[in-house]
């Protein structure tokens, strides 16, 4: 009862919050409301006629949708990179900012999940997917596998930091032997979750662009990069606009991580590059039609080599010490190097995989207005959702939201 009740205040309290704030605060939600309602009423579009008001067709079926999708699994794969060093190797520069990571990849998670319902047209098949009611096809399916990971790492990483923040708010301090177990179980879930997304790609033997071995490293290491390199952004927002601190130690120790997976991605980019163009077959049709275009194709050629120029030159910024100790050279780093992978590995992996297609007809995809308004639907939906999370638990961390007896 007494649990209740507390949980009932912390309810009360986390209204109380999120519905209060600065103007900036306000403007800053209002402008998300904005864009999740505009992309509400382009979705009510895709509901009413389907995936033909898309630019997916028979020949590219996944597109804008699965390429944030992919994406997005690393950002909230990399909520590891805090996880680990805080809960189980006991670094205390990483604390402040771990709640702050695991409610990134909430977001991230929640956002995935909008994009595949996106993807396949609407809610009301769904079903399929579910156990008993559909046909869930578990342990055949990899599918099945990505539904379990992403699900089951969403749950961790609501767990957790709801027990830690339940504590605090009640002046408690968190137990070690509640949350380890499952801060454990998260490190090794979030590398699965990228890793099964990629054997979902790389078992597909029609596509031979992604029947890579680096694919899965590759989907780590790009995460590792890109996800701590948003978080940074974060904290450095966060840092700016609220009475919460984030140690510089914090930062320089995130940067460094952002600095070696960069470095790594950036090798086995080259590595890709060289199998494929070294001694080429016909099965490098795919990644000829990326780089370089492929009879007069060459929508994606722009996007691909503006990833690589924006990859490049973060990872020198960031690998030079003193140029990544400079907040604005770090902060415009991580943002190149957000934007890049971005792009490399949503446009840049998913729509080649299907050009030229299965009897070598070259059909090429162009978003349309309705997906870009669904995308910036979901991305809206997805920092609407974090600046609650981070409202909230800043609060209580700062010791402004305590439970009153």
Same mark, same amino acid.
């Given at each position: 009862?007494?649990?209740f009740k507390?949980f009932t205040?912390l309810?009360?309290?986390?209204v109380?919050?999120?519905t209060n704030g600065s103007l900036?605060?306000?403007?800053?939600?209002?402008f998300l409301?904005?864009?999740?309602?505009?992309?509400?009423y382009?979705?009510s #579009?895709q509901l009413?006629?389907?995936?033909? =008001?898309t630019?997916?067709?028979?020949?590219v079926?996944?597109?804008?949708?699965?390429?944030?999708?992919t994406f997005?699994v690393? +950002?909230?794969?990399?909520?590891?990179?805090? /996880?680990?060093?805080?809960?189980?190797?006991k670094?205390i520069?990483f604390?402040?900012? =771990?709640l702050i990571?695991e409610?990134?990849?909430v977001s991230?998670?929640?956002?995935?999940?909008?994009?595949?319902v996106?993807?396949?047209?609407? @809610?009301?098949v769904?079903w399929?997917m579910?156990?008993v009611?559909?046909?869930?096809?578990?342990p055949?399916?990899?599918?099945?596998?990505? +539904?379990?990971a992403?699900?089951?790492?969403?749950?961790?990483?609501?767990?957790?930091?709801?027990y830690i923040l339940?504590r605090?708010?009640q002046?408690?301090?968190?137990?070690k &032997?509640?949350?380890?177990?499952?801060?454990m179980l998260?490190v #090794?879930?979030?590398v699965?979750?990228?890793? =099964?997304t990629?054997?979902?790609?790389q078992?597909?033997q029609a596509r031979? #662009?992604w029947?890579?071995?680096?694919?899965g490293?590759?989907?780590?290491a790009s995460?590792?990069?890109?996800g701590?390199a948003l978080?940074i952004l /974060?904290?450095? +927002?966060? &840092?700016?606009?609220?009475e919460?601190?984030?140690?510089? &130690?914090?930062?320089?120790?995130?940067a460094? =991580?952002?600095t /070696?997976?960069?470095?790594?991605?950036l090798?086995?980019? #080259?590595?890709?590059?060289?199998?494929e163009?070294y001694a080429?077959?016909?099965?490098?049709?795919?990644?000829?039609?990326?780089?370089f275009?492929?009879d007069?194709?060459?929508a994606? /050629?722009?996007w691909?080599?503006?990833?690589?120029?924006m990859n490049?030159?973060?990872?020198?910024?960031?690998?030079?010490?003193k140029?990544?100790?400079?907040?604005?050279?770090?902060?415009?780093?991580?943002?190149?190097?957000?934007i890049?992978?971005w792009?490399?590995?949503?446009?840049?992996?998913?729509?080649p995989g299907?050009?030229?297609?299965?009897?070598?007809d070259?059909?090429?995809?162009? @978003?349309?207005?309705?997906?870009?308004?669904?995308?910036?639907?979901?991305?809206?939906?997805?920092?609407?959702?974090?600046?609650?999370?981070a &409202?909230?638990?800043i609060?209580i961390?700062?010791?402004?939201?305590?439970?009153?007896?």
């Amino acid at each position: 009862m007494k649990r209740f009740k507390v949980f009932t205040s912390l309810i009360k309290d986390s209204v109380a919050v999120i519905t209060n704030g600065s103007l900036k605060y306000n403007i800053w939600m209002g402008f998300l409301t904005l864009i999740m309602l505009i992309g509400m009423y382009c979705y009510s #579009f895709q509901l009413e006629e389907g995936l033909s =008001v898309t630019g997916l067709s028979d020949h590219v079926s996944w597109g804008l949708y699965i390429s944030n999708f992919t994406f997005l699994v690393g +950002v909230a794969a990399a909520a590891v990179i805090l /996880v680990m060093p805080t809960y189980i190797l006991k670094d205390i520069d990483f604390k402040q900012a =771990v709640l702050i990571g695991e409610g990134l990849a909430v977001s991230a998670l929640i956002m995935c999940l909008a994009f595949v319902v996106a993807d396949m047209g609407g @809610p009301s098949v769904l079903w399929h997917m579910m156990p008993v009611i559909g046909v869930f096809n578990f342990p055949n399916s990899i599918l099945t596998w990505d +539904v379990i990971a992403l699900n089951g790492y969403l749950f961790i990483n609501i767990s957790i930091p709801f027990y830690i923040l339940f504590r605090h708010y009640q002046g408690k301090e968190s137990k070690k &032997k509640v949350y380890v177990p499952g801060a454990m179980l998260s490190v #090794f879930w979030a590398v699965g979750i990228h890793l =099964v997304t990629a054997f979902l790609y790389q078992g597909l033997q029609a596509r031979p #662009f992604w029947n890579n071995a680096l694919l899965g490293p590759r989907f780590l290491a790009s995460a590792f990069a890109a996800g701590p390199a948003l978080i940074i952004l /974060v904290l450095a +927002v966060i &840092k700016s606009f609220t009475e919460f601190k984030i140690p510089e &130690k914090t930062l320089k120790k995130i940067a460094l =991580v952002v600095t /070696v997976a960069a470095q790594i991605n950036l090798i086995m980019l #080259f590595s890709e590059l060289f199998k494929e163009f070294y001694a080429p077959t016909h099965h490098s049709e795919s990644a000829y039609y990326l780089f370089f275009g492929l009879d007069g194709n060459t929508a994606l /050629v722009p996007w691909i080599w503006t990833a690589i120029t924006m990859n490049v030159l973060a990872t020198l910024l960031l690998t030079f010490h003193k140029l990544r100790s400079n907040p604005k050279v770090l902060y415009f780093s991580c943002m190149l190097l957000f934007i890049a992978i971005w792009i490399e590995k949503g446009f840049g992996l998913i729509v080649p995989g299907f050009i030229p297609g299965s009897y070598g007809d070259i059909v090429e995809y162009t @978003p349309t207005g309705i997906e870009i308004g669904v995308t910036l639907g979901i991305w809206a939906l997805g920092a609407f959702v974090f600046t609650i999370l981070a &409202k909230v638990a800043i609060q209580i961390e700062t010791g402004k939201m305590l439970f009153k007896k």
